[in-house]
């Protein structure tokens, strides 16, 4: 079945840091994949999204690229701030139910 | 614009007693409705979903169960309340066809069994 890996944390990165959260997908068909992101006792937001094959999603100053060759979404920020630490959680969805990851948490510290 | 709702939001109850939790939508009609539970170390785990009233499908046996009286209301229960139960639990609606899906989440309810 589909599935998600993601890299495990803590990552813990000064501020301005470059950030890259590993992303792998198993799945048949052609996935929607997507970061969703969740801030200290909160519900899961959105953060972004791609659709198929080399399309880049991007929001808030965070990019992941779709590919499919290496069946990868990372994430990546160039310059990371105090108000990113959170959990990132990588998903996919295709012929079945959303799929996410074990969710990595990230801090930042000034 | 869809909201969804998700109560109450912090929980402590006892082992044996029994739970539930409540999730609506606004908005949006004949919504996917989802029950995830996140556990510490263990990511986010999909309990059940649901595609219309009364049909419920569940992925992992539980020591819960979801029912959807209403269209747009999906709870979650217990009869009796087990310490592994613990955990954040959220409620997710999904909107869009295959391949092409995307989930809104509510607050979440943190759950203590004790």
């Known amino acids: 079945g589909n599935s998600v890996t993601q890299m495990e944390g803590p990552v813990t990165l000064s501020e301005e840091a470059f950030l890259t959260i590993n992303c792998t997908y198993t799945a048949t068909g052609y996935p929607s994949l997507f970061w969703y992101v969740q801030y200290p006792g909160e519900g899961l937001q959105l953060l972004l999204k791609?659709?198929?094959?080399?399309d880049k999603g991007s929001n808030k100053g965070f990019e992941a690229t779709y590919r499919k060759e290496t069946t990868s979404f990372h994430l990546e920020k160039g310059s990371v701030q105090v108000s990113d630490s959170a959990v990132y959680f990588c998903?996919?969805?295709?012929?079945?139910?959303?799929?996410f990851g074990k969710g990595t948490r990230l801090s930042v510290i000034a | 614009s869809q909201t969804i709702h998700q109560w109450p939001a912090t929980l402590v109850q006892p082992v044996g007693s029994p739970l539930s939790l409540e999730c609506t939508v606004e908005g949006t009609s004949n919504p996917n409705l989802y029950w995830y539970r996140q556990a510490a170390g263990r990511g986010l785990q999909l309990l059940f979903y649901?595609?219309?009233?009364?049909?419920i499908s569940s992925e992992v046996p539980q020591n819960l169960s979801a029912s959807r009286p209403q269209d747009r209301q999906f709870i979650l229960s217990s009869k009796k309340l087990l310490l592994s139960d613990s955990g954040f639990y959220l409620c997710?609606?999904?909107?869009?066809?295959?391949?092409?899906?995307?989930?809104?989440f509510g607050q979440g309810t943190r759950l203590t069994v004790v």
């Open positions: 791609a659709t198929k094959a080399d």
């Open positions: 997710a609606w999904v909107r869009g066809g295959q391949g092409n899906t995307e989930a809104f």
């Open positions: 649901s595609v219309g009233i009364g049909q």
């Open positions: 998903a996919l969805s295709g012929n079945t139910p959303l799929v």
